[in-house]
């Protein structure tokens, strides 16, 4: 029987005076109870818009009816046809504005929990079946991946279930890219992605880490010496961006790249940690940044000790990150102080962050981005105490590639160009994901790996 009711059921999470100290994971999902209860509430639709929303069109309606008839594992063979990660996706996709704002239970009332179900299957088959997938037969093509990112390891395990000899190149000494060093432990458990990547060993899929593709080996050395006859590249966007502002390379001062990268990769909130942070227990930290990123660092910070401020140059309307971090964000103690934008981070005399000059912003016109436009308040200036800053205004590709691959062209700024199906200016070398389009969303980035793996499979098998 169908569920009318017009609020989605609420996911369980750590209570928030609790969470704000540990690193364990925020929301705690569906207990079986909820899944169905939250299952009932899809209407099965004739013409379904929510897989119109999803970047890599799953079969919503299919798998939220297994649920109703119990069938879990069903449920996750079925998301799993078009989606590598389901157990990643139904905990950091923005589905709220995908799949879920196409849903027609959001015309009266809130959408059916997409994401939240998603998730209870991916972690009931991951709790309940241990078997492997089975490796299939070769082909006898080769096929490399720079990067293990969400867009690499996409286009490696849709290739490798084809009977591609993949080969995952990972700069960094773990497989996982931004999934382990940019998403804290309390939105996504490291041992998710360790498992989703265990998955793809298992279907043949070889990973080479501390192997930095432009310094190690050479794109054109991948295809002439190493016999691989297409290469993807899905290096990501890891190059931070800055203000530019006086007082950047005092110490104390992070990029959010930086900062998150020693947390989630490198465990610096461990006590016995190889590469500590600054101590921040009682300490002032400002997060410069408004989107998810900006969330993650400031959460992380909050977790280490610290009293911890967004600063944010438009208003709360305007934050561009999901409004459920958000929300934990508040939740967790930590204080947005918005329209204000930094102009300058003053030291003390021994070279450390002592404070930031700010300055009062209001909103004008809107501009290219269509956001109202920030506009400085004259005479607005005022000194925010802080020991520790971090700048999270997002980030760029690496150049490393282009510079070492002549024949790849990029636009003017450092991403990528491809065609319509994904290749690059160079024949059979493909891109997709942040190296081309600068930083955006996991599924987004798997959007374009499943691109990447259809267009080299046609490539390859003469489509």
Not at 80 to 98: D, K, W, Y
Not at 116 to 122: K, N, T
Request: hydrophobic letters at 35%.
């Amino acid at each position: 029987m169908a569920n009318m009711s017009l609020k989605k059921n609420e996911m369980p999470s750590q209570d928030p005076n609790v969470r704000n100290k540990n690193f364990l994971e925020v929301a705690l999902g569906y207990t079986e109870e909820q899944a169905l209860d939250e299952a009932a509430r899809c209407l099965n639709c004739k013409n379904p818009q929510c897989v119109s929303g999803c970047p890599v069109q799953v079969k919503i309606p299919e798998f939220i009816k297994k649920i109703t008839e119990k069938d879990y594992e069903g449920a996750y063979q079925v998301i799993h046809e078009t989606s590598s990660l389901p157990a990643v996706c139904g905990r950091v996709c923005p589905q709220e504005t995908q799949c879920e704002c196409k849903c027609i239970r959001a015309i009266k009332g809130e959408p059916v929990g997409i994401g939240r179900l998603e998730r209870f299957v991916a972690d009931w088959h991951n709790a309940n079946v241990s078997e492997a997938p089975a490796k299939p037969a070769s082909n006898g093509h080769k096929v490399a991946v720079i990067g293990s990112g969400p867009s690499g390891l996409t286009c490696a395990g849709d290739l490798a279930k084809k009977g591609y000899e993949v080969t995952v190149f990972e700069a960094l000494h773990l497989a996982g890219g931004v999934l382990v060093y940019g998403i804290p432990e309390f939105r996504l458990p490291k041992s998710i992605v360790q498992k989703e990547v265990d998955g793809l060993k298992a279907l043949g899929v070889k990973i080479e880490t501390d192997m930095v593709v432009g310094r190690v080996v050479s794109i054109d050395e991948l295809m002439s010496e190493y016999g691989f006859e297409a290469v993807f590249i899905g290096s990501g966007a890891g190059l931070p961006m800055f203000m530019h502002i006086p007082g950047e390379n005092l110490c104390g001062v992070y990029s959010a790249n930086e900062f998150l990268t020693r947390i989630n990769l490198m465990k610096a909130y461990r006590e016995d940690a190889d590469t500590p942070l600054m101590d921040l227990r009682g300490k002032k930290v400002a997060v410069v940044g408004g989107g998810n990123v900006a969330m993650d660092a400031a959460r992380c910070s909050k977790r280490l000790g610290a009293e911890v401020y967004v600063v944010y140059r438009r208003g709360m309307e305007e934050l561009p990150a999901r409004h459920e971090e958000v929300e934990h964000a508040i939740e967790e103690g930590i204080v947005f102080k918005t329209l204000n934008n930094p102009v300058r981070i003053n030291g003390d005399d021994k070279g450390y962050v002592a404070s930031m000059t700010c300055i009062e912003m209001e909103l004008g016109e809107p501009d290219a981005s269509g956001r109202r436009r920030p506009i400085e308040k004259a005479g607005s200036e005022f000194d925010l105490e802080v020991d520790c800053v971090i700048m999270s205004l997002g980030t760029s590709p690496n150049p490393l590639i282009k510079n070492t691959t002549p024949g790849i062209e990029v636009n003017k700024k450092g991403g990528i160009i491809v065609n319509e199906a994904g290749m690059t200016s160079q024949q059979g070398v493909y891109a997709g994901g942040d190296a081309v389009t600068g930083a955006a969303t996991v599924i987004l980035a798997m959007g374009a790996g499943k691109l990447g793996a259809k267009s080299i499979d046609e490539q390859l098998s003469g489509k």
